[in-house]
């Protein structure tokens, strides 16, 4: 059977400082020996020492509240003054709630009966006349755990100074674009081991930033990558977050700026699934009726099951002078249909001769199908067939890999297209 007193050894192996290690060794030592008025008291240095090598380390970083107190400590210590060396170990705790954010609200609740209890162990005071005050194993206990578990297992940056801190590294342009290179990046950060409301913080502060102010695909490309590296190593409280603020922050985007959505629910894994039902509703809406000048997102649209059937439906309203603009780098094969249709359903010469560059832009993306498709159109609609670029959209179906020369030329012929088969073109030539 696992010793009940096993789990404190564990607490001394999540201390982040050697020396933090040390001192609370000390503290369980004196538990386990029945000690606890000394494991109180020795908890109590732990806590003290940690938070004065966290200030200076914030110093040495360059933050000024750090600064000032591990100044005002030194100087009191250099000359002597046991009265403001006492006030400052009274207030350290204050200071660190409120100046630092080294610790929460809560956690500063469970440290100060840590100090008021350590008062009542070192001192020689009474609870009552003759009896001494005797602390139980439980309290000695509780103590230590709120000890390691609330400030001695973090790094010193925690609060406002780590996610400044973390927000810079983002914003630079150093800032790698790649998932695995950026979570090494956190790795030596305040990020590694973060409290929940760092994380929180840190997850609310860059969706801001995405949704509201980022300006090129460069910036979009850090916060995304800096989302999805958050959302690896603290995957609960990422999460959490996104359901719980993300909703929030996008009902706050005027209605003209809902594209600003799009980046994310393209670059942030399943953000699109920690919308709330309104917000989803509101989103459909903008891709049914997506602007002509949003078009080259569709693809993104097509992509995401919940929003294919209104991508779907804004295709069907395509124009193509619509279609004629956006630049795919990989045609969707539902765009590729709207371009068929549109082609197939020429009226003109003109009409015919206009759209064929943007049936031609796209020729090598096609699939067997829609390449029989054009072919069928071109046979069927007279002008298509007597307009003067067919002859170069067969040639630029040609070179689509999906399909050889011979199936071309045999759908030409069925087509009562001979005029444009290879053989017809050998034959001319010789």
């Not at 966290?54 to 003054?81: C, H, N, P, T, W």
């Not at 997850?203 to 509201?212: P, R």
């Not at 393209?266 to 920690?274: I, P």
Request: glycine fraction near 2%; aromatic fraction near 8%; charge should be negative.
């Amino acid at each position: 059977m696992t010793s009940p007193l096993s789990d404190l050894d564990e607490l001394v192996l999540k201390c982040r400082d050697q020396k933090a290690k040390n001192y609370i060794r000390e503290a369980v030592a004196c538990y386990k020996s029945g000690a606890f008025r000394s494991a109180i008291v020795s908890t109590w240095i732990a806590v003290s020492f940690d938070i004065l090598d966290k200030l200076k380390e914030l110093s040495l970083a360059g933050d000024k509240e750090a600064e000032k107190q591990v100044e005002a400590f030194d100087k009191a210590r250099r000359i002597g003054d046991i009265t403001n060396s006492l006030k400052f170990e009274r207030d350290i705790l204050t200071v660190c709630r409120d100046k630092l954010e080294l610790i929460s609200p809560v956690e500063f609740i469970d440290l100060d009966r840590l100090q008021e209890d350590r008062n009542r162990c070192a001192h020689p005071s009474m609870t009552a006349d003759g009896e001494v005050f005797n602390p139980s194993a439980e309290l000695a206990r509780m103590h230590i755990r709120s000890a390691v578990e609330h400030l001695l297992q973090y790094p010193p940056a925690q609060g406002k100074y780590a996610l400044d801190s973390l927000s810079s590294e983002v914003e630079s342009e150093y800032f790698p674009t790649d998932i695995k290179k950026a979570i090494v990046a956190f790795e030596s950060s305040p990020l590694k081991k973060a409290r929940d409301s760092l994380v929180r913080n840190f997850t609310v502060v860059l969706l801001k930033k995405l949704i509201n102010d980022s300006k090129d695909y460069k910036e979009i490309y850090r916060l995304t990558t800096a989302l999805n590296a958050v959302g690896v190593i603290h995957r609960d409280t990422y999460r959490n977050t996104l359901s719980e603020k993300l909703s929030y922050i996008i009902r706050a985007l005027e209605a003209e700026k809902l594209d600003r959505i799009t980046p994310l629910i393209s670059n942030v894994e399943d953000s699109w699934h920690h919308l709330q039902a309104d917000v989803r509703q509101k989103f459909q809406s903008y891709v049914e009726n997506l602007p002509k000048d949003k078009l080259e997102d569709i693809d993104i649209f097509l992509s995401i099951a919940d929003l294919q059937k209104f991508a779907e439906k804004r295709l069907r309203k395509a124009t193509r002078a619509e279609l004629d603009e956006p630049l795919f780098f990989i045609v969707p094969s539902q765009v590729s249909d709207r371009i068929i249709e549109l082609y197939s359903e020429s009226r003109s010469f003109e009409k015919a001769n206009d759209f064929a560059s943007t049936v031609i832009r796209y020729a090598g993306d096609y699939s067997k199908e829609q390449i029989q498709k054009i072919i069928i159109a071109c046979g069927e609609n007279d002008q298509i067939e007597y307009s003067f670029e067919i002859g170069s959209v067969i040639n630029a179906l040609r070179k689509n890999k999906n399909v050889t020369d011979e199936k071309i030329d045999e759908w030409l012929q069925e087509a009562d297209l001979n005029k444009f088969t290879k053989v017809e073109d050998d034959e001319n030539d010789g």
